[in-house]
C-alpha cells in the first residue's frame, strides 16, 4: 500500500499520473484537505479510478501561534486523524508527499517517518524562497517550523527522494536525492484512455481558440496574502493594457483564482474548469500565440507550446506599480530615436524592461538590454535605465562622481520607483538643477479604478543641449483602457520646468530631513534610555 | 397549527411594540448561544422588557425617532474604527460559500446599502419631494396601518408598496401611483451597492454558482430587482419578497417557497443582518445562514448624537457604510478626517459658496494653511466660483499690521513665547523677527542675548520692543510693496472678495481688509468667512461679528454660544489645536517676504506631511461621496453649522484620542518658532503642559 499527500490541483495531477504509470497495481491512499475536495467533491466517484480510499483532514483545525504549541497540536492531530481513519503509516510501503512543508510533512518529521518529496510545483525545488515568502504571510510559526525542517527544499535526512522537474530548475542546480519527473512528458506515457479519465476528472474541454491569442496563466495572489483584491486587479489590468495589443485575450484561471476576469475583460474569455494548466496542452488545438505569466510555475512546463512568452517573475509582485515609469522612460528613448545605441540597465526590474522592449507597444523590439552590476561600470556614449532602493552611502557617491564625468552623449534616466532620489545629495544639489523631470500624469477615465492617480517623475540627466530640448518638447499619451486611465506626459514651459526640478529639490530634501529627524528622535530615545 | 400560534405571540410580545422589538433583537444578537442554551432567560428578559415599554411605557434607547440618548457617546478608541467587526476579507468569505450549491442574500443592509442610517429617514427626503409636512411620519404611520388592515383581512402583516400608498391616498390626496413611483425611484437613486457583497457576488457569479435574493419587503420583485440592477448586481436566478408571496422570512414561509422553487435537495445557505428572519428563520428550515452585521449597528454607538434628522441620518449613514461595510480597513488619520472632519469642511464649503452666490462676492481668496484643503474641497464641488490660494498666516499679518496693531504683535511675538512648551532665547527671537539689529540695546532694558524668554523678563523685552518701534515698523513696513504687488495680483479686478479661514478672530482676514481697503486702497470690499469664532478673550472680535464684517459657519459669541461655550470651557482651551489637524498643509506656513522680495516660510513639519496627507484624504472622500449621493437632493448640502461641528464635539469628549495617536505630531501654536533647533511643540507636549 501507498500513500500520496496532495492540496492542490497540480499536486492531485502529479499524484495521479505517478501512480497510473509507476505503481498501476498498489493500493493507494490519497491524503488530502478540505480545500481540495471542495473544487473537486469528494463524493465524485472519479477519485476511485485512481486511488483505493481518499481521506481528507481539515488543516485549519490544527492551531498554534508558537511552534512548540503548533507541533503538540500537529502531533495530536494526525495521531487521533489516523486512528480514527484506521491507517497505520508503519504499514505502507512508501509516503509520497506533494507540499512538504504542509502539516503532513510536518508531522512526518516530527514522528521521524521516512517519505519521498514531490516538488510543490514543476522548477520550485531550485525557488523555495517563493514559498517561503508566501507562507511566512500566511502562518509563520508553520513557516518556521517547516524551514528549520528543511521541508521546503526537502533538505531533511528523512526525505529519501525528491521529484522533480530538473529541466526547469534554476542553472546549476544539483541535489543528488533529485529525480526528474516531467508532468506534462509523463502525461504523453499514459495510456489514451488513461489520460481520457484525468482529462475528464479535471474537466478539460477542447477549446478552439482564435489563432491570434494571449493566454493568460494567473496566480492567486490574494488568496495568498501576495497582495490585496485591488491590487491583483490591477496587476492584470496593467499587463492586458500594455501587453494584449490586437490579441484577444484569454485568461486560465489558477486553479484557486476567484476573480472575475470576465467582468473586468469583457472582451476577453475565461477558460471554465479548475484544472492545473500542465493539461492546457489537451485542451486547445491550435495553440495561443502568446502567452503571460507572473510566477506561474506551469510556464515552465508547457512554455514551448506558444511562440511569445511574457514571463514575469515573482519581484514583479512587488514592482508592478512601477510599470509607468519603466514604460515612460522606454517611451522617452523610443521618441529620441536611439536607434542603434545599447540600452544598459542597473537596478532596474530586468523582465519589465525587457518585456516593454520587445512585447509592447514601443518601437525598441529585440533591442539588446545589458545588465550592470556596477555603478563605476557606466561609461561615456550609453544610455542606462537606474533605479535603485536602499543605497548606501558609497553608491549615492559613485553615481554623483559618474553623473559628473560623463560626456554629452550619454543619457541617463533615473525612475526614482522609491522616491529616494539617490542621485541626490546636498553637496551636489546643482546636479539636480541639470536634470529634466519628466512627469507622468494620470487622469481616470472611469469611476472604479484600481489605480492611484498620482502624478510620478522620472529624471532624465544629459549634458546635450540638444537632447534636452528634445526631451522637454516631447509628449506622449496613452490609453490604458482596462485599468481606466490615460497616461500622459505633456510638454512644459521653462517656469513649469523649473517649478518641477525645485519641486523635485524640495521633495529630496524633505526625504532627507525626514531620515535627519528619525535619526535624531532614535537618538534622543537612546539617550534618555541610559539616563 | 402551532407554528402560527408562535408566530402570532412573537407578533404581540414582540414585534408590536417597536421599542421592545429594537431591544429583543439586540438581545438575541449579543446573546446568542446563551439563547439557544436557556430559553427560559430569553423569555423572562421579554417579559421584563414588555413590563418596562408596555406598562410602564419607557421608551427604548433607540427608537424610531431616536428620543435622547441617556448615555454619552464616544470615539473608538482602540485603534482604526473600520477594524472593530474584522470581517473576513469579501474574497475570503466568497470562498467559504463555494461548497454551496445556491447562496441567498438578504437585500437591504447587506447587498444594498442607502447612504442614511434609517431607512425612515428616507420618508423626510420623499416629504420634500411632495412639498408635504410631515410626510414621513404620514408614511410611517400608513404603513403600520397597512399592516393592521393585513392582519385582519388576510391572517398575516405583508403590505404592498400600493396598499400603503392607497392609505396616503386618503389621508393626503397624493395620488397612489404616483406616490409609489417617487418612492421608488428615491430608493433606485440613493441604494448603492455594498461594495463588500457586490465583490462577494461578483466572484460567485464567476465560479457560476446559482444566487438567489429573499427580502421581506413591500416593493414587489419587479421593483426591487431594478434596484439591484441600479446597484450592479446582475444574474438573480431568483428574487423572492415578501409581499409577492404574503408570507416572510422571518415566519419561514417565504424560505420554504425559495427552497422549492430552486430544488431543496440543494445545500442552501443565506446571508442576512436582520438575526431572527435571516439567521434564526433560515436555520429553522435547514437552510445554513451567516450573519452579516449590519453596518449601522456596528456604528451607532460611535456616531454623535443630537444632530438635526435628515443631515444625522445621512451623516451616520454615509459613515458606518463606509467605515463597517467590510471591504477596506483605514488608519486612524484617514478616518479622523472622514469622521470627524468630513462633515464639516463640505458644509462649510457650500455654506462658503452660498454666501458668495447670495453676497455677489467676486473671488474667493482661501488663505494658507488652512485654505489648501478648504480650496481642493471647494473646486471638488463648484466651478462656478473664482478663487485663490493666497500665502497667508498670522506671522505675516501681524507683521505687515504691524503699524495698526501694535497690541496683538506684541502679544504674539513675544508675551506668548514666555508661555511656549519650547524655551527661546531672546537672541533667537530677535533673529526669526529679523531686529537682530537691536540686541545693541538688551542691556538698556536688563536682557542678555542668551536669556530664555520668560514671565520674568518678557515684560523687560516687550518694552525694548516699544521703546524701539519705529525700529520694528521700519523692518516690516519696507516689504509692503512686494506684498501690494502680490495682493493685486491675486485680487485683480474683483471688487468684493471673501477671505476663507478656520477661524478664530477673523484677524487674517481683518488684516488684509485693513491693508486692501484702507492701506491700499484698492476699490475692493473684503469680507471674512470664518468656520467658527472663539477666543480666550470672549468678546474680542464682538464687533466685526456684530458688524458683519466677520461671518462665522459654526459658532461665535452670539451664533450657536452652546458651541461656543463648550468648545472654549472644555479641554482646558485646546480645543483649537484638535480642529486645526483638519487644515494643516504639506508645506510650511508663510512667513512673510524678505529683503529680497522672496517667499519666507516657517520651520516645515515634514514629520507630519504623511498625516496630513491621510486626514485630507479622509476629508475628501467623505466630501465626495456625500456630494455623489444627494447630487439629485442638493438641499441635503446645506449642513447647519451646528450639525458640523457635532462629530468634533464627539471627539474631544475624550482627548485620549490625541494622546493616542497624534502625540507625536508637531503642533505650533504660536508664531515664530524655534529657529535655531528648528523645533515645534508637539501635541503630546500640549496635552502635558496642560495635564490632560
Known sequence: ?531 | MIKKIKDKMFYYAVERNPHILQEYQQYRWNNEELHRKHRLKSWLYLGNLNFKHRLLKIPSEVTLHKLPEKRVRLPYLQGAESNLLKRKPPHIFARDLLSYDVISFDIFDTLVLRPLDDPRALFMILGEKHNYLDFSNIRINAEVQARDNAAVLKGNREVTIFDIYEIIEKRTGINKDYGVQIELETEIDLCFANPYMLRVFNILRAQGKRIIATSDMYLHESMIRKILNKCGYIGFEEVFVSCDYNCSKRDTNLYKIALKKIGDFNKVVHIGDNYVPDIESAQKVGIDAIYYKNVNDAGRQYRTEGMSDLVGSAYAGIVNAHLHNGIKEYDPYYEYGFIYGGLYVFGYCNWIHEYVKKNKVDKVLFLSRDGDIYQKVFNNLFNDVPNEYVFWSRIANTKYTADVNRDDFLTRMITHKAINVIDITVEDLLKSLNLSTLEKRLLDFGLRKEEIINKGNVKQLENLLIENWDVVIERYMGENEVLEDYFINVIGESKKVAVIDVGWLGTGAMGIKHLVEEKWKMNCEVKSLVAASASWSRAANINELMKNQTETYMFSRFYNRELFDSHLNTNKNTNNVYFELFTQACYPSFAGFDVNSNFEFDIPEVENYDVIKKIHQGIMDFSTMYNEFFENHSYMYNIPGYDAYLPFRMVTRNVEFFRRFFSETAFSRGVGADYTNQRTETIGDILNKVNL
Not at chain 1, 517547516?146 to 529541466?167: A, P, R, V
Request: proline share 2%; aromatic share 12%; net charge negative.
Open chain 1, 1 to 531: 500500500m501507498i500513500l500520496y499527500h496532495a492540496i492542490s490541483s497540480y499536486q492531485l495531477l502529479q499524484s495521479m499520473v505517478h501512480k497510473l504509470l509507476y505503481h498501476k497495481s498498489k493500493k493507494a491512499i490519497l491524503l488530502t484537505t478540505n480545500f481540495l475536495v471542495e473544487k473537486f467533491p469528494i463524493h465524485s466517484k472519479m477519485y476511485s479510478l485512481f486511488f483505493d480510499e481518499v481521506v481528507v483532514y481539515h488543516s485549519h483545525e490544527i492551531k498554534g501561534q508558537e511552534k512548540l504549541d503548533l507541533l503538540d497540536n500537529t502531533n495530536d492531530y494526525f495521531t487521533r486523524f489516523f486512528e480514527k481513519e484506521k491507517i497505520n503509516l508503519d504499514d505502507l510501503d512508501h509516503i509520497f508527499v506533494s507540499c512538504a512543508h504542509s502539516f503532513f510533512g510536518i508531522y512526518l518529521i516530527n514522528i521521524k517517518k521516512n517519505f519521498i518529496f514531490m516538488e510543490d510545483a514543476s522548477g520550485l525545488l531550485s525557488r523555495p524562497e517563493i514559498l517561503m515568502n508566501i507562507e511566512k504571510k500566511l502562518f509563520l510559526a508553520k513557516h518556521e517550523i517547516s524551514e528549520s525542517f528543511g521541508l521546503y527544499n526537502g533538505d531533511n535526512e528523512l526525505i529519501l527522494e525528491k521529484y522533480c522537474n530538473l529541466q526547469v530548475q534554476l542553472p546549476g542546480f544539483k541535489d543528488s536525492k533529485a529525480v526528474h519527473i516531467d508532468i506534462v512528458k509523463s502525461l504523453d506515457l499514459l495510456l489514451p484512455n488513461e489520460l481520457e479519465i484525468v482529462l475528464n476528472f479535471f474537466g478539460v474541454d477542447h477549446i478552439n481558440f482564435d489563432e491570434n491569442s494571449m493566454l493568460i496563466l494567473t496566480q492567486h495572489f490574494a488568496n495568498l496574502g501576495i497582495m490585496s483584491f485591488e491590487d491583483q486587479i490591477l496587476i492584470y489590468q496593467l499587463l492586458v493594457d500594455y501587453f494584449s495589443l490586437d490579441y484577444k485575450v484569454i485568461f486560465k484561471l489558477h486553479p484557486d483564482d476567484l476573480m472575475y476576469y470576465n467582468l473586468l475583460f469583457p472582451e476577453s474569455v475565461s477558460l471554465k474548469g479548475k484544472f492545473p494548466a500542465e493539461l492546457l496542452p489537451y485542451a486547445f488545438k491550435n495553440p495561443p500565440k502568446a502567452a503571460l505569466t507572473v510566477s506561474s510555475t506551469a510556464i515552465n512546463n508547457i512554455g514551448d507550446q506558444f511562440e511569445r512568452k511574457i514571463i514575469f517573475d515573482n519581484n514583479f509582485e512587488n514592482e508592478f506599480k512601477k510599470i509607468h515609469r519603466y514604460y515612460t522612460a522606454l517611451k522617452f528613448l523610443d521618441l529620441l530615436s536611439y536607434s542603434n545605441r545599447k540600452i544598459y540597465s542597473y537596478g532596474v526590474n530586468e523582465a519589465i524592461m525587457k518585456n516593454l522592449i520587445n512585447y509592447s507597444d514601443l518601437n525598441l523590439y529585440n533591442r539588446s538590454l545589458y545588465e550592470l552590476s556596477n555603478i563605476n561600470d557606466i561609461s561615456n556614449n550609453c544610455i542606462v535605465v537606474l533605479d535603485k532602493h536602499d543605497c548606501d552611502v558609497n553608491e549615492n557617491i559613485d553615481i554623483i562622481k559618474c553623473i559628473k564625468k560623463l560626456d554629452s552623449n550619454s543619457v541617463l534616466l533615473f525612475l526614482n520607483s522609491h522616491e529616494d532620489y539617490w542621485f541626490y545629495s546636498l553637496e551636489s544639489k546643482k546636479l539636480l538643477l541639470d536634470m529634466i523631470p519628466i512627469t507622468i500624469n494620470k487622469t481616470a477615465n472611469a469611476k472604479d479604478i484600481y489605480q492611484d492617480l498620482e502624478s510620478e517623475t522620472i529624471y532624465i540627466y544629459t549634458k546635450n543641449e540638444e537632447v534636452k530640448k528634445m526631451i522637454t518638447e516631447s509628449e506622449f499619451k496613452r490609453e490604458l483602457e482596462n485599468t481606466g486611465i490615460s497616461l500622459g506626459v505633456e510638454k512644459k514651459t521653462q517656469d513649469e520646468l523649473r517649478i518641477k526640478v525645485l519641486e523635485g529639490i524640495l521633495e529630496a530634501t524633505e526625504k532627507r530631513l525626514l531620515h535627519y529627524i528619525k535619526l535624531n528622535k532614535e537618538l534622543a530615545s537612546k539617550i534618555e534610555n541610559k539616563m
